[in-house]
C-alpha cells in the first residue's frame, strides 16, 4: 500500500488532529471525574470506584467487538472506518455533556448512581465507534511503514499538545473546586470548636464548580466537533492492497484467538499493560498526591503544565532517537527515567523546586508510553500479515484490543485507588485527611507503579521483532505486493495449488521464534518460510 509520493503533510496533520476528542475527553474525566462525584455529586467512594471501574470496563470489552465489527464493515463512497467516526461524533458529544450534567431537583443516591454510570457507559461506548476506526486509520493512509511512524510521531505530538490545553481548561476547574472548598472550609471551621476535625463540610453545595464542571464539558464539546470534522474533510482513506488474492474473514473468536496467539503481539501487549498501568496508577492520583500527601494543591495546574510541557517537547525528541539506535532500545530509556523521578517525589514531596524537576523528568517518560508502543503495532500488525496473508481486515481488530488493554488497565487503576482510599479512611470533602490517607496515596504514586513499570519493561526486553526484521517485513510484503500485481495481470483465475492448500486446511498454527517458521491455521491458509 505504497503511494509513490508517501503520506502528504497536510494529510499527516490532519489525521493527527482526528486523535484529539478522544484524548482531551479522556483527559478531562481521568482529572476531574473522580472529583467531581466525590465533592460536587457527593457521592460515597465506594459508588465512585463502581462507576469508574464498571464503565472502564464497559468501554475495554466493546472495544473487540467493535474492531471486529468495523474489520466487517464493507467500503463506502467515504471510506470503511470514516461512517463510524461521523456517526458516532454527534451523539457522542451529547452524551458526553450528560456526564458532567446533574438534574436539577432532589435525586436519591440510587437514581444518582444509574443517572452517572448509564451516562458514562453511553458515552464510553460512543467513543470507542469513534476511537477504533480512527486507531486503525493508520494503517489506511498509504505509504510505507516510515510514513506511517511519521504519522504516528505527528499524532503523538498533537496529542501532547491537546493532552497540555485540555489540562488547562480542566486545571481551571480544579482552581475554582480549591478555592469554593477553601471558603467553606474556613467557614465550617469558624462555627465549629474542633478545626482539626476531618468531617466534611456538607453544606457546601459548589455551585460555581458545578458550572465550572459544565462550561468545560461545552468547550470539550466544541473542540470534539471540529477536530472530527478536520478529520473527515483531511484525510481519505486508501484501500490496503498486500494480501494474497484469496481473502477470507475469521470468525470473532477465531480471529481473536489468532490475535493471542500472535507472539509479537502478545509481548508488546502485555509491556504495554504493565507499563501504561504504572503510569495511569501514578498520575491518575497526581492532583491527590499533590493536594494531601505534598501540600502543593495551589501548585497543582503548574505541575502539570511543566510534566505535559516536557512530555510535548520530548515526543519529537523520542522520533529522533527511534530512528537511531531503534524503537526497542529506545522504549527501555524512556521508561527508565520515571522510576528517579517518582522516587524523588515520593521522598521528598514538599519540596517545589525539586518537584518542578522531576515532573520535567516524568514528562520525558510520559511521552515514551505514548509514542513508542503506537509506533510499534503497525510493526506487529505487518509480521501478522506476512504470516497469514490469506486473513482480511484484521487492522482494526488489533488496534481494538491494544486500546482494549489500556482502557482496562485505566479501569483497574482508577477502580483500586478509589477502593484504597476508602480502605484507609478517605472522606469526600473532608478538609483534613489522616496519615493512613498520606502514606496510602505516597504508595499509589511510587512504589506501586514502579512494580509494574518493571514487569512492562520484561515483557519489552522479549519482544521479537528488532529493526532488522522490521525492514524485512516492509520488503516482503512490497515483494508480495508486486507479484500479486503480476499474477493478476498474467492470470484471472486461483492457481491451482493455492485452491487445494484452502481446501485442505486442518491444522492450528504455530510460531516458532527460532525457525520462524508458521503452519497452516483453521481460518487462513498461510506460507512456511
Not at 29 to 53: N, P, T
Not at 196 to 218: D, E, G, V
Not at 400 to 422: D, E, I, P, R, W
Amino acid at each position: 500500500m505504497k503511494d509513490s509520493g508517501g503520506i502528504p503533510l497536510a494529510c499527516k496533520l490532519c489525521y493527527a488532529v482526528g486523535g484529539v476528542p478522544h484524548l482531551i475527553t479522556s483527559v478531562a474525566i481521568g482529572i476531574s471525574l473522580q472529583i467531581f462525584l466525590l465533592d460536587v455529586v457527593k457521592m460515597e467512594a465506594f459508588y465512585v470506584s463502581m462507576i469508574l471501574f464498571v464503565s472502564r470496563a464497559w468501554d475495554a470489552v466493546t472495544d473487540p467487538l467493535v474492531g471486529y465489527l468495523v474489520s466487517r464493515s464493507n467500503w463506502t463512497p467515504i471510506g470503511k472506518l470514516t461512517p463510524w467516526m461521523v456517526i458516532s461524533t454527534p451523539f457522542g458529544i451529547l452524551s458526553y455533556l450528560l456526564l458532567w450534567f446533574v438534574p436539577r431537583g432532589s435525586m436519591s443516591e440510587t437514581v444518582s448512581v444509574l443517572w452517572f454510570l448509564t451516562a458514562a457507559c453511553l458515552f464510553e461506548s460512543l467513543m470507542t465507534c469513534y476511537n477504533v476506526p480512527y486507531l486503525s486509520l493508520n494503517m489506511f493512509l498509504g505509504g510505507d511503514q516510515r510514513d506511517r511512524d511519521s504519522a504516528t510521531a505527528y499524532r503523538m505530538s498533537v496529542e501532547m499538545v491537546a493532552m497540555l490545553l485540555a489540562s488547562v481548561i480542566q486545571g481551571q476547574v480544579v482552581a475554582v473546586y480549591n478555592t469554593e472548598k477553601q471558603e467553606a472550609c474556613r467557614d465550617w471551621d469558624q462555627d465549629h470548636e474542633t478545626p482539626q476535625s476531618t468531617s466534611s463540610p456538607q453544606t457546601a453545595s459548589f455551585q460555581q464548580t458545578q458550572k465550572a464542571f459544565l462550561t468545560s464539558a461545552m468547550v470539550m464539546g466544541a473542540l470534539f466537533f471540529l477536530c472530527s470534522l478536520i478529520l473527515f474533510l483531511g484525510v481519505k482513506e486508501k484501500q490496503a492492497s498486500r494480501c494474497s488474492n484469496d481473502k477470507v474473514r475469521p470468525s470473532y473468536l477465531s480471529s481473536l484467538k489468532m490475535l493471542t496467539c500472535h507472539v509479537p503481539y502478545q509481548r508488546l501487549v502485555l509491556g504495554f499493560v504493565f507499563s501504561a498501568f504504572a503510569f495511569q496508577m501514578s498520575l491518575g492520583n497526581f492532583a491527590l498526591f499533590c493536594s494531601h500527601a505534598a501540600g502543593l494543591g495551589a501548585q497543582f495546574q503548574h505541575l502539570l503544565l511543566i510534566l505535559l510541557v516536557s512530555a510535548s517537547v520530548a515526543v519529537p525528541v523520542w522520533q529522533i532517537i527511534l530512528l537511531r539506535i531503534g524503537k526497542k532500545s529506545t522504549v527501555f530509556i524512556g521508561l527508565s527515567l520515571f522510576i528517579p523521578a517518582v522516587i524523588i517525589v515520593a521522598c521528598v514531596p514538599s519540596n517545589l523546586l525539586v518537584f518542578m524537576s522531576m515532573c520535567v523528568l516524568m514528562g520525558f517518560s510520559v511521552a515514551t508510553i505514548f509514542l513508542l508502543p503506537w509506533s510499534m503495532l503497525p510493526d506487529v500488525v505487518d509480521d501478522f500479515a506476512v504470516r497469514h496473508p490469506s486473513c482480511k481486515d484484521l487492522e482494526p481488530l488489533f488496534f481494538s484490543c491494544y486500546a482494549f488493554c489500556s482502557k482496562l488497565t485505566g479501569g483497574l487503576s482508577a477502580g483500586l485507588s478509589t477502593m484504597t482510599l476508602q480502605f484507609v479512611g478517605y472522606e469526600a470533602g473532608a478538609c483534613n485527611h489522616g496519615d493512613r490517607v498520606v502514606t496510602a496515596l505516597i504508595v499509589l504514586f511510587s512504589p506501586v507503579p514502579i512494580t509494574l513499570l518493571l514487569i512492562g519493561m520484561v515483557f519489552f526486553h522479549f519482544y521479537p521483532i528488532n529493526e532488522r526484521q522490521s525492514l524485512q517485513l516492509r520488503e516482503q510484503i512490497h515483494s508480495e505486493v508486486t507479484s500479486s500485481s503480476s499474477v493478476r495481470r498474467e492470470n484471472t483465475e486461483l492457481p491451482t495449488i493455492l485452491q487445494q492448500a484452502h481446501a485442505g486446511v486442518t491444522s492450528t498454527s504455530h510460531y516458532d521464534s527460532n525457525t520462524l517458521k508458521f503452519e497452516n491455521s483453521p481460518h487462513c491458509y498461510t506460507l512456511t518460510k
